[in-house]
């Protein structure tokens, strides 16, 4: 019969397994199988792990259900089997532990990016998830819940308040991932994360994977505190940073001296002691030998962390040298040309001058539009500030970088005198010229705001200072359907609560859409730029009709351009149509966002002329806001 667990380990360090899914792959599962689908696939090869982790001395093992999630399971096409894989795995890891060793319940993040980014997901439906997974897992049998490997704390006082829900009887261990510097990635410190876990109902706190065995030690001190309280610790660090050799993912820490890692661990107060990625049964074993050395008990000490983060510089939010950069008493436009698809760039560069000289305020450049390779949109804004001294806006997606490297590019930009960048997710990879490509999404277009907004205020998305505040207008793309424009404006509402300033839209044909636009977005501080697409022929309206999500060309339009049999008198018809919704609107829009068509500046020069000569002012919000 087991002891209780909770009354056990404040008298004893319990020893856990190790890493369960490097181990499963080492043992000849094919890479790329979800190990959490083995639980209904193939019980055997679950059980037979469990097994050589007990014989290892495990005196607890977790079952095999870290991603046993709805939303990670519904990438491997087995969403609606949460419960039947998370009871399977309970009982299969019951089965081997029999009645002496204890068996926790595992429950890994839920896939699903904090704070958060997706549109369509609520935070109900992250707790839907927790609930399922520990039903299944409570319903298997199971001994404890062990919530872990968790970077954002929001998330995982989210699943211990799911647990106590579900399983209020059950002891709940909870364990975060520290990186560097005994903080999140978000910035947040061991200690403040450990209390804020155990004031949740989480009976041991603690830390695994991470960065090596160094870093998890440093957090481990950072919690110390706590153990002097009474509380214990837990600690399961990977078997070193890991290296790519061949194929194989290869962690260098040895059994002999993780052992002596875990003996340090465990003078500061860890009381469960385990292993994550890398580690095996030969870890365990020699684990068991550091489990001879009596824990010492800590009575209220105070620890001393060495390597703390940076002072911060946290200002208030930024507007934007863009928008701070209007002039009173014109129509702000922002004209739009796609970097070239080959190195020469002198054409978009004259262009650049071209569409200055016209007197537009900004140039947007597109960032590999539709995932074809483009000279990068960076340094081809950095040319136009130099040589022409216009601004301009890089457009930055999600799909090409994780979140440390847009991070850092938008740190280049800031650095390189970029004062404006729109923030969206980006096109698929799907239909890119270039073979092997595949979306990365670390961010999408909130997440990317979020980013900016800090960099704005002088921190980094870990919260640490980078020293200066950049100095970029945040935009955000509106993408305005007249028939069900609900979904949208929500989303705009999102952006602009996040840091969004300004907003530029798919193109749109018409007054009445364009004003019924500014009338449904009024309440939302945010300035306006309804998309202008010079059309130039028939085919092209019909292309960008039917083949462009989200754009819509009006039919008595596209039926009076192919009323025209020459593409010359398509054109004549198509331009002076741009050219009357321009006056139509120009009076009551924030600003106007000019689109090049297949990069005809030209075209676009004659409409900001237009403009210009005109002297037509817009809402004069721009103005107002930007020195709001």
């Known amino acids: 019969m087991k002891p209780d667990f909770r009354e056990y380990i404040q008298n004893h360090v319990v020893l856990a397994d190790g890493a369960l899914g490097s181990y499963l792959f080492e043992r000849g599962v094919k890479r790329g199988r979800n190990l959490d689908l083995l639980n209904v696939q193939a019980r055997d090869v679950v059980f037979s792990a469990h097994e050589e982790y007990i014989r290892a001395g495990s005196q607890l093992i977790e079952t095999n259900t870290f991603g046993a999630g709805r939303f990670k399971l519904r990438e491997a096409g087995a969403g609606e089997q949460v419960f039947a894989v998370n009871c399977a795995g309970a009982e299969i890891a019951c089965k081997a532990a029999g009645h002496q060793v204890y068996v926790a319940g595992s429950v890994g993040p839920s896939g699903i990016s904090f704070p958060l980014d997706e549109e369509d997901i609520t935070l109900e439906d992250i707790r839907g998830s927790f609930r399922e997974q520990m039903r299944g897992l409570v319903a298997g049998g199971v001994d404890v819940l062990i919530i872990e490997t968790f970077s954002n704390l929001d998330e995982i006082l989210l699943a211990i308040a799911v647990a106590k829900e579900v399983a209020p009887g059950l002891p709940v261990i909870s364990q975060m991932v520290f990186p560097a510097r005994a903080t999140t990635v978000r910035g947040d410190d061991a200690l403040t994360c450990a209390r804020e876990m155990q004031a949740a109902g989480a009976d041991v706190v603690g830390t695994n994977c991470g960065r090596g065995i160094d870093a998890m030690v440093l957090a481990i001190e950072k919690m110390s505190p706590l153990a002097g309280e009474g509380i214990p610790l837990s600690a399961f660090p990977n078997a070193g940073m890991p290296e790519m050799v061949g194929h194989r993912m290869i962690y260098p820490a040895q059994p002999g001296y993780m052992a002596i890692r875990a003996r340090e661990m465990i003078r500061k107060g860890v009381h469960l002691i385990g292993g994550c990625c890398g580690t095996t049964p030969a ?112 457009h930055q997606t999600g799909r090409d970088l994780n979140a440390l490297g847009l991070q850092s590019r938008m740190m280049e930009a800031h650095l390189l005198g970029i004062e404006a960048v729109l923030a969206v997710s980006g096109d698929s990879a799907a239909g890119t010229d270039q073979p092997g490509v595949s979306g990365v999404f670390d961010l999408r277009s909130n997440g990317l705001i979020r980013m900016l907004d800090g960099l704005n205020r002088g921190v980094n998305m870990a919260g640490r200072s980078v020293k200066e505040q950049t100095n970029f207008s945040i935009g ?138 005109a002297g037509w002012k817009g809402s004069g919000r721009a103005k107002t806001s930007a020195t709001a």
């Open 283 to 394: 870890h365990v074993q020699e684990f068991r030998s550091a489990l001879r050395i009596k824990p010492v008990r800590i009575r209220g000490t105070q620890v001393e962390v060495s390597g703390a983060a940076d002072e911060e510089i946290v200002g208030e939010s930024r507007v934007g040298g863009f928008l701070t950069g209007l002039a009173a008493g014109h129509l702000p436009i922002i004209a739009e040309l796609d970097p070239p698809t080959h190195l020469d760039v002198a054409p978009v560069l004259r262009g650049a001058g071209k569409l200055a000289e016209a007197g537009v305020d900004a140039i947007s450049l597109g960032e590999n539009p539709l995932a074809i390779l483009r000279a990068g949109n960076l340094g081809v804004a950095s040319l136009i500030r130099q040589q022409i001294g216009v601004q301009t806006i890089i």
């Open 476 to 613: 955000a793309a509106f993408s305005f359907r007249p028939s069900n424009p609900g979904l949208q404006i929500s989303r705009l509402e999102k952006k602009a609560a996040l840091g969004a300033r300004y907003a530029m839209t798919q193109p749109l044909f018409s007054r009445a859409e364009v004003e019924q636009m500014m009338e449904r977005v009024a309440h939302v501080d945010i300035l306006m730029f309804p998309g202008i697409f010079p059309l130039i022929s028939s085919r092209n309206a019909e292309f960008l009709h039917n083949e462009v999500p989200g754009i819509s060309v009006p039919e008595d339009l596209r039926k009076k351009l192919a009323g025209f049999d020459k593409v010359a008198d398509q054109r004549k018809v198509a331009l002076d149509y741009t050219a009357r919704l321009i006056e139509d609107i120009s009076s009551f829009v924030d600003g106007l966002y000019l689109i090049s068509p297949l990069n005809k500046w030209d075209i676009v020069v004659d409409f900001v002329l237009q403009v210009r000569e």
